[in-house]
């Protein structure tokens, strides 16, 4: 019987992170069907690979893609960087399990407006997941703010003993239905008043689901050491995996103190499972921020409900076209999105080329003018750091991409190109892929990604045309 698909000829990096080999690649249906050194059998469609890279689909860990795979299933930005699964519900903001009513409060709204919260259980989530189709897989994480908004009638207090019992039952029941895990805000103001015990308290409800913790720490800034050991401690009390999100050190003052941090991370290895995910850019995104607002890097603004009509400048040329303070000026434009040049290009390097460090691109797709690694993450990893400046193997770039990523988040049958897997594989040219998305010109599709297939269906041929969609909800595996 012929096979649906066939890869001839292609350089296998399998995801694992060991050696890669030329082999031919079999697809049937929705798996892998057999890999060897010659196929003989024949099938539907032959792709000569000769020449090029195959390697499990990408998985963005990090993002923040929970409508938008719905309301815009097609989803070129991540399917024509090769993603073929996210992961959503980061940062203590998940769709799933929300309940909104009146104004959607920050961070939250950078998932959408009210009517797009709509998703009272993962179950319901999922469902609609699975009825978009999106050319992506989607798993979810549920947002600790997220349930604080639920079951709290102030964001700016710690909660009390009833309502940390009522956010325990509704995380218990997300798991139950196959989330992935709990994840944390703790630098935004809707979370920052909750104590380490409350969230301590719903960490508690992680480890008989084998669920993960991940965290947007408390500080990224001077007080980084205090956030990272306030993580730890979270994770040992839950006796569960802890992965830091978007590992950074913010501000002037912080830069180059990933050698500090990240020695505290292999510190802490020793003792309990921690890793951290991480973009490869040297300025971040999100909502303006009174708190970092400094003019010690240039804060860009990218959209603001008051003066739209400011996005694309930065807040010190707002300011002083408005003869007031940048602090004033930010008070004016809220609220608004803003690009922070914040970080060191060398703590981006260690990040990245750290062991235990996976790749997210913590892009915001609702932004109108959205930071470059919302379409070019993955593949500047692959282009930049990767082949031009040479950081690490290829092996070890795909295998942060894939591999090391099911693993941590329990995907059963992903990230790798194994026999019986699922066919999510992507085929590109190492030497000509490369991110083009810029911080002026962002929604951009990479370069060098010839072929994207999600379970089996072939859903992007590189050159910028979706051709199938056959993502699904993912659920956690024990």
């Not at 407006?113 to 009272?120: G, N």
């Amino acid at each position: 019987m012929a096979f649906d698909y066939l890869f001839r000829n292609v350089t296998v990096i399998d995801g694992g992170g060991g050696a890669a080999y030329r082999a031919d690649v079999a697809v049937s249906g929705e798996r892998i069907a057999e890999i060897a050194p010659r196929i003989t059998t024949a099938a539907d469609c032959e792709i000569d690979g000769a020449g090029k890279v195959l390697a499990p689909g990408f998985i963005d860990v990090h993002t923040h893609d929970d409508t938008n795979v719905i309301r815009m299933p097609a989803y070129l930005p991540k399917v024509s960087q090769g993603v073929t699964t996210v992961i959503v519900g980061n940062c203590g903001i998940s769709a799933a399990t929300a309940d909104i009513s009146g104004e959607v409060p920050d961070p939250l709204n950078l998932l959408g407006e009210a009517q797009h919260f709509v998703y009272p259980t993962v179950s319901a989530y999922a469902h609609a997941v699975e009825a978009a189709r999106p050319a992506v897989n989607v798993a979810t994480l549920i947002g600790h703010t997220t349930l604080r908004n639920n079951h709290m009638d102030s964001l700016l207090r710690s909660a009390t003993e009833d309502e940390i019992a009522a956010m325990r039952r509704q995380l218990r029941a997300a798991l139950q239905e196959g989330a992935l895990g709990l994840s944390t805000g703790l630098a935004y103001a809707s979370a920052f008043a909750a104590t380490t015990e409350e969230v301590m308290a719903l960490a508690e409800e992680l480890a008989a689901q084998q669920g993960i913790y991940t965290t947007h720490l408390r500080s990224e800034f001077e007080p980084i050491l205090d956030a990272l050991d306030e993580a730890f401690r979270i994770g040992r009390h839950g006796q569960v995996p802890v992965v830091v999100s978007h590992h950074k050190c913010a501000g002037a003052k912080n830069w180059g103190r990933t050698v500090e941090t990240l020695a505290f991370f292999d510190k802490a290895r020793e003792q309990q499972d921690i890793s951290c995910d991480c973009y490869p850019y040297s300025a971040s995104s999100s909502t303006l921020d009174l708190k970092q607002i400094t003019d010690e890097f240039d804060i860009v603004i990218t959209w603001s409900e008051a003066h739209p009509e400011e996005a694309g400048k930065t807040l010190q040329q707002i300011a002083d076209g408005w003869g007031m303070s940048m602090i004033e000026a930010g008070k004016r434009l809220m609220p608004a999105g803003a690009i922070y040049y914040n970080m060191d290009e060398q703590d981006v390097r260690r990040v990245l080329s750290y062991p235990a460090s996976m790749v997210g691109s913590d892009g915001l797709p609702n932004d109108p003018m959205p930071h470059p690694r919302l379409w070019g993450a993955f593949p500047r990893v692959l282009g930049h750091y990767c082949r031009d400046e040479q950081l690490f193997p290829l092996t070890v770039a795909i295998h942060k991409m894939t591999g090391m990523s099911a693993a941590r988040y329990r995907l059963a049958q992903r990230g790798r190109v194994k026999k019986d897997y699922y066919a999510d594989l992507v085929l590109f040219d190492p030497a000509t892929v490369r991110d083009v998305a810029s911080f002026t010109d962002p929604k951009q599709p990479a370069q060098g990604i010839e072929r994207v297939m999600v379970n089996g269906v072939m859903s992007y041929t590189g050159d910028g045309q979706i051709t199938g969609r056959a993502g699904r909800f993912l659920r956690r595996q024990s």
